[in-house]
């Protein structure tokens, strides 16, 4: 089985693919990965539409993939991150983090915990 690493976004309305994929090349800076290491973006399903989005999962060769709510509340509990303003306005502690873990799978961990543009938030998670 191939090693999925995964890449968490939350964003807000309209954030620019630019500002997105700029984020997603800085956090897996951080932890010594290149975009070629990535599985793909892991986005919330309420992101639906969110153009940015899409445009930076193609600028970034990699699928866009949103995780249903059931998926990031079973992974909500591995998150590092809990925002109150975050749980207010979504239900879940961290978008960015959550969509990671979610999307690496359930025996996933958090290699980068969520950082934060001006308009994105990014995780980096890989499977066990």
Known sequence: MNRIVAAGLGCRRH???EEIAALVRQALAQVDLAPGDLTG???????QGE???AAAALALGVPLVL???AALKGAEPRALTRSERVVALTGLGSVAETAALAGAGERSRL???RLA???ATCAIAVSE
């Open 15 to 17: 954030c620019s693919a």
């Open 41 to 47: 973006l892991f986005a919330p399903a309420f992101k």
């Open 51 to 53: 153009s940015g989005l």
């Open 67 to 69: 995780m249903p709510d």
């Open 111 to 113: 290699l980068q915990a």
């Open 117 to 119: 543009s001006a308009n």
